[in-house]
């Protein structure tokens, strides 16, 4: 066995211990209400990739602290090796609480869409502009098809909620985005939509490793050490285009995910038809 | 407090009744093939997928997920995106929970997680040991065998008693006994070499895993050897570790006779997993002899993995070899210059029939209009094909726009080209011969000649490239075939990290769990743009890229497409 050789720590503990420290000033004590919402109003586009969360009981983070320890998640993102790669998502560390349902947390975010190209499960090319543009309300989330843990609850949740939407009358879209893109082949996305029973209006997106690590960067969805085994529960609900987007992380219930988007709906101007 | 007292005194009263008479369970006598169908597949007794609800209210059906998905084949459960899923083998379901510090070794210290993971690991929930009763309680109420509730991403099932006596039937055999190959000091593996093999790739592939086996033992000797010296708390993990023993199995004859062969070898000496090794000819035969055993086979250097049912079996490869060479050249064409007519020239046998195969099949897919015309011709008689071709010869007077070569010895495809002229329709080339092709051939032939290569290209950087290279060369081990000695390092390199994580539960389902889980670090040598796996996935590279001959560069070749993933 191998238990510690020359280097006594393994190298992932190591880093992730590395990380955690520099992320320690920005711990914060863990939020106890379930939901908690955070606005992070910073328009600045370019320092939100990779960035755009801080702290959630930080609201006002006009200096911007956290942005400087969370540059590493963006060159992970860029596929540089090292262990700048190994990033604990201080956001996540801050305020995660328990998994489950009537326990995630909500923040509103501004994110900026990379350019994108694309492909949906029947294999037609797709910018990721043009599978975002929709005038209506857009769910997202970001999934993998031989996913063992959270990707199958998350679709299913999709899947079961899908009716719920639709009887509340507004066009919405769905769309799930993959995050092992090689093995996810648009075949692999009709199969796997069609186990989630998913509607016209649920699209799956596919692409190069480089497209789609682009998009997770833009929504802030890095996962560790470049392993897609490290990826968390992220779920993005937007009312309208121009809209801020709504990030829960976490597991919701059908009807919790119902009632956000009821929610969210809500808030909105009237629409003039 | 109070419910932690309670649960700790169930947990005694529990300990204590165990040592009473046995009490039948009423859910005794279930048929463990039909558990093991539940748990793998989701299927209920009466054959329909089984329904439960999860996070609440989310319905959900056995099709979309079962109890594999997150419990894993062995039952050790998983670590997946920040979910702790507990593990559930016989030895621990059936048993009161007790603490221990070495079981959460990965989880606690080796993997980067969320907090809310870490505090969910860490805590001291005790519970008695599972019976049918509180078993079928979890699993219709999501209520554990203390009472305590259990996280809502478990679904609650509903679940006829027949079903919980068949999983009860099943889960009793599930880990309850460590695999065969694993003795009080030693692991056994295996490599698989055949006698047709080129001999000095076959020595470079064995001298590689003998030296990396004797460096593990030299390690494992000197961690061993001073046990009351424990820095880092290893003795902690003194229970864990082995000497590694090599065994080379080589077989000859045709492949048809392999499964005997290896039956014989294994009945021998009883083997823990196969890693690496050289295999010429189709691994089908050696890939069904794994199934059987249900032995993992690592990373085997070859060219013909078996890919029909490859998910969930238990060889994993570097990717999809020729099959996937066949498509990826289909897909360049379609992509670049959609061709009207693809005449293949290829080698009778596996290595010529698979990858001519797959072209046609996906080029009736993709170009639908072109006429794919494949021709069986023996690499001896290749030259004078290609040189009769468009004049008449025995294909006619037609010449096609593109031909694709599909040989069985490189070196003759090699001398078969030397001859032909600088004009003509493009040549696409399986990567085995572009090494060959490399300051062989007359210049004038490069614009012509394209190969499909499935390989890192010759630019890219990887800095664990030149660390394994180091490795090599200060424990004097000759690199004469770096790429094939390179895998056969990542081969050796997943399995020790799988062994690693895995500690005292020599279980093989898992080693292959952890090896999914660990493929996609930064572990790999270079040899491929990445390499990366998941659950079930059994093909760690998916694509490839077009090469072109290129004297001016380093190597002698560059990369002339985007990588392609058909």
Redesign the interface.
């Known amino acids: 066995m191998v238990m510690f050789r020359s280097n006594p720590f393994p190298l992932r503990a190591a880093a992730a211990l590395a990380a955690a420290l520099i992320a320690a000033p920005l711990a914060v004590p863990r939020a106890q209400a379930h939901s908690v919402t955070v606005t992070d109003t910073a328009g600045d586009a370019s320092v939100h990739q990779g960035h755009g969360a801080v702290p959630a009981t930080q609201p006002d983070h006009g200096a911007h602290q956290g942005h400087g320890t969370s540059a590493g998640a963006q060159d992970g993102a860029a596929g540089h090796t090292g262990p700048a790669d190994i990033v604990i998502d201080h956001t996540g560390h801050a305020v995660l609480p328990a998994q489950g349902s009537g326990s995630y947390v909500r923040r509103e975010v501004v994110y900026s869409v990379p350019s994108a190209s694309l492909r949906d499960q029947a294999a037609r090319p797709v910018t990721l502009a043009a599978a975002l543009d929709h005038d209506g309300p857009l769910l997202l989330n970001f999934i993998f098809t031989s996913c063992s843990t959270i990707c199958p609850v998350m679709s299913a949740t999709f899947g079961e909620v899908q009716p719920d939407l639709a009887a509340l009358g507004a066009d919405y879209r769905m769309v799930s985005i993959t995050i092992d893109p090689e093995y996810d082949t648009p075949s692999r996305l009709r199969d796997y939509a069609g186990l989630h029973d998913a509607q016209p209006q649920w699209i799956f997106l596919t692409g190069d490793t480089a497209e789609i690590r682009k998009v997770i960067a833009a929504f802030d969805a890095i996962y560790q050490a470049d392993n897609k085994m490290y990826h968390l529960p992220y779920t993005y609900l937007r009312a309208a285009p121009g809209q801020p987007w709504v990030r829960f992380e976490g597991l919701l219930s059908g009807a919790e995910l119902v009632e956000e988007y009821r929610s969210v709906l809500a808030s909105q101007p009237a629409k003039l038809n | 407090m109070m419910g932690f007292i309670a649960r700790g005194l169930a947990a005694i009263v529990m300990v204590a009744a165990s040592f009473g008479p046995a009490l039948a369970d009423p859910f005794d006598g279930g048929d463990a093939a039909a558990g093991r169908r539940l748990y793998w597949a989701g299927i209920g007794a009466d054959g329909q997928p089984i329904r439960g609800v ?7 059906s056995g ?3 079962s109890c594999l ?2 419990h ?1 084949p062995s039952g050790q459960g ?6 702790y ?1 507990p593990a559930i083998t016989a030895p621990i379901l059936f048993q009161p929970r007790h603490l221990d510090r070495n079981r959460l070794f990965k989880e606690l ?8 993971f870490w ?2 690991v860490r805590q001291p929930r005790l519970r008695p040991g599972y019976d049918g009763t509180t078993l079928a309680r979890v699993l219709r109420e999501g209520a554990d065998s203390s009472g305590a509730p259990i ?3 478990m679904p609650r099932y509903d679940l006829p008693d027949r079903d919980v006596s068949n999983l009860l039937a099943f889960l009793r055999g599930l880990g309850d006994k460590i695999d065969e190959g694993v003795e009080a000091q030693d692991i056994h593996f295996a490599t698989i070499v055949t006698a047709n093999a080129d001999p000095t790739a076959r020595k470079a592939v064995i001298d590689t895993i003998q030296v990396y086996f004797d460096w ?1 033992n030299k ?2 000797k000197g ?1 061993t050897s001073r046990p009351a010296f424990s ?2 708390f ?1 003795s902690n ?1 003194l229970g ?3 000497y590694w023993r090599l065994h080379v199995w080589e077989l000859e004859g045709p492949p048809a006779s392999w499964p005997a062969q290896l039956d014989r070898l294994y009945a021998s000496q009883p083997v823990f997993a196969v890693v690496s090794g050289l295999v010429e000819g189709p691994w089908a035969p050696i890939g069904d002899f794994c199934d059987a055993q249900r032995l993992p086979c690592l990373f085997p250097n070859t060219e013909l993995p078996r890919t029909a049912d490859a998910r969930y079996g238990y060889s994993l490869y570097f990717n999809r070899g020729l099959e996937l060479e066949g498509e990826a050249a289909l897909m360049h064409l379609a992509d670049t210059a959609p061709p009207t007519r693809i005449l293949q020239l290829r080698a009778p046998g596996p290595a010529g029939e698979t990858p001519a195969a797959a072209l046609a099949a996906l080029s009736a897919l993709r170009l639908p209009q072109t006429a794919v015309v494949t021709r069986e011709v023996a690499d001896a008689a290749l030259g004078e094909v290609l040189g009769a071709l468009g004049s008449g010869g025995a294909l006619g007077a037609e010449v096609p726009d593109v031909i694709v070569l599909w040989p069985d010895d490189p070196a003759a495809a090699v001398a078969a080209l030397a001859g032909l002229p600088a004009e003509g329709p493009p040549i696409y080339l399986p990567s085995a011969v572009l090494p060959e092709a490399i300051g062989h051939l007359p210049e004038a032939l490069d614009a012509r000649l394209r190969f499909v290569w499935p390989y890192e290209r010759p630019d890219a950087y990887h ?1 664990r490239k030149f660390r394994v290279r180091a490795w090599m060369h200060t424990r004097r081990l000759a690199v004469t075939h770096d790429r094939l000695q390179r895998q056969t390092y990542y081969a050796l390199t997943l399995l ?1 990290v799988g ?2 994580h895995a ?1 005292e539960d020599f279980y093989r389902d898992y080693l292959i769990e952890l090896i999914e ?1 660990e493929a ?3 572990l790999h040598p270079g040899t491929h743009p ?1 390499l ?1 796996l ?4 059994r093909f760690a590279s ?2 490839a890229y077009i090469a072109a001959l290129a004297p001016a560069e380093k190597r002698g070749y560059r990369v002339v497409s ?2 392609l ?1 058909p």
């Open positions: 999860t996070q609440g209210d989310i319905a959900v099709a979309q997920f998905n997150c894993r998983s670590t997946e995106g920040g979910n899923v210290y080796q993997e980067a997680q969320p907090e809310t505090a969910r996280h809502p991403i593990m390690d494992t961690d820095p880092n290893r993990f864990a570790y082995r800095p020790e062994l690693m500690l889980h996609e670090n930064e990445s990366a998941g659950p079930g996935q998916k694509g985007d990588w993933v």
